[in-house]
């Protein structure tokens, strides 16, 4: 087996990997230096929509592995990639636009806190380009059982 092919792959396994602990981590925060906790449905147990995620990086990584043989299925990381790209952009948007990140509000008994990103979107986002990334490069590799022309062109041929 060429190294070459191995790389979409890896990639992919990469993505799920990352994925996988991003689903763990939290996705906002109260800011160091302030007190308060945060409820964003995403805390605790994994929610429906972690494991998702978490079962689209897998799938990324089965499309990688099939597009070993078939080239066309190159598509499947890259559009489980895409998945998990816009829907942690729309988690960020909806905690971005309500109360709001990196602004001061007004919590219980007039204390003044600051919600920020945790690790989670940066890990989604991370994960989801490397399955991206798997898509697009495994199209380029060739699947297995393809002549790349070169033994065609140095075999004479019979009449």
Same mark, same amino acid.
């Not at 309500?98 to 204390?111: E, I, Q, R, S």
């Given at each position: 087996m060429r190294p070459k092919r191995a790389i979409p792959a890896v990639l992919a396994l990469a993505g799920f990997v990352t994925i996988a602990v991003g689903v763990h981590q939290g996705l906002v925060h109260v800011a160091p230096g302030y007190e308060g906790t945060i409820t964003t449905g995403w805390d605790g147990a994994l929610s429906h929509e972690e494991v998702l995620l978490a079962r689209l990086g897998l799938v990324g990584v089965v499309g990688a592995g099939a597009a070993f043989r078939w080239r066309r299925l190159a598509v499947v990381p890259a +559009?489980?990639?895409?998945?998990?790209?816009?829907? +942690?952009?729309?988690?960020?948007?909806?905690?971005?636009?309500? =109360?709001?990140?990196? *602004? =001061?509000?007004?919590?219980?008994?007039? *204390?003044?806190? %600051?919600?920020?990103?945790? +690790?989670? =979107?940066?890990?989604?986002?991370?994960?989801?380009?490397?399955?991206?990334? +798997?898509?697009?490069?495994?199209?380029?590799? %060739? =699947?297995?059982?393809?002549?790349?022309?070169? $033994?065609?062109?140095? $075999?004479? $041929?019979? %009449?």
């Open positions: +559009a489980t990639g895409v998945v998990v790209l816009s829907y +942690a952009f729309r988690a960020v948007l909806h905690y971005a636009q309500d =109360p709001g990140l990196y *602004a =001061p509000v007004t919590a219980f008994g007039g *204390a003044s806190v %600051r919600f920020v990103l945790g +690790a989670e =979107p940066f890990l989604l986002v991370a994960g989801g380009a490397l399955l991206v990334a +798997a898509g697009v490069v495994g199209w380029g590799v %060739r =699947p297995a059982g393809t002549d790349d022309g070169a $033994s065609a062109a140095a $075999s004479p $041929s019979k %009449r």
